[in-house]
T-cell receptor, first 118, second 114 residues
């Protein structure tokens, strides 16, 4: 069964450092997402990406965050200058339904990348 | 705005007993509703979804959920718990107008005991 893969599984970084989290979505999917889960809290939407641009982002997704799809297969989340409160599990997801069609997108999630900021 | 509330952060059942995980939603438009499961060190896996068709939805691993508009609920049930069901379960809602964005509940950790 196709899956979304994320690397690294765990990254430890110093506050103020840049971090790039990588994701390989399912190959024929059109929509890509990042969510995060701070320990003990809800899974929160960060950003969605379609047709090489951000389609929606949350208040959490400020100027410190950026996403790109550099090579048509990888989908990356960059945190420019990490803060302690960025420590969380970051989930990548992808979905395949064309937005012109009715019905709900079904998201396939990766296993997550745990980011620890010291 | 839309939201989901999961009652009970931890639920413990005996193997073979009924599993009932509660989810109530709030949405200004007809919602799409989902249950995801997260096993240790794994990603979120879709269990089942409600998309305005049948109100009783059957999912994988013997789970099902019933959409009750009058109660704004989408509780997850399984008649007989198995040890392998131990995991974290998340209810989520999306707006039919922006189907991509999921709003999750806080999750319920299911423990299954012998």
């Amino acid at each position: 069964e196709p899956e979304v893969t994320q690397t690294p599984s765990h990254q430890v970084t110093q506050m103020g450092q840049e971090v790039i989290l990588r994701c390989v979505p399912i190959s024929n999917h059109l929509y890509f997402y990042w969510y995060r889960q701070i320990l003990g809290q809800k899974v929160e939407f960060l950003v969605s990406f379609y047709n090489n641009e951000i389609s929606e982002k949350s208040e959490i997704f400020d100027d410190q965050f950026s996403v790109e799809r550099p090579d048509g297969s990888n989908f990356t989340l960059k945190i420019r200058s990490t803060k302690l409160e960025d420590s969380a599990m970051y989930f990548c997801a992808s979905s395949g339904r064309d937005r012109r069609l009715s019905g709900a997108n079904v998201l396939t999630f990766g296993a997550g990348s745990r980011l620890t900021v010291l | 705005a839309q939201s989901v509330t999961q009652l009970g952060s931890h639920v413990s059942v005996s193997e073979g007993a009924l599993v009932l995980l509660r989810c109530n939603y709030s949405s200004s438009v007809p919602p799409y509703l989902f249950w995801y499961v997260q096993y240790p060190n794994q990603g979120l896996q879709l269990l089942l979804k409600y998309t305005s068709a049948a109100t009783l939805v059957k999912g994988i691993n013997g789970f099902e959920a019933e959409f009750k508009k009058s109660e704004t609920s989408f509780h997850l049930t399984k008649p007989s718990a198995h040890m392998s069901d131990a995991a974290e379960y998340f209810c989520a809602v999306s707006n039919t107008g922006t189907a991509s964005k999921l709003t999750f509940g806080t999750g319920t950790r299911l423990q299954v005991t012998l």
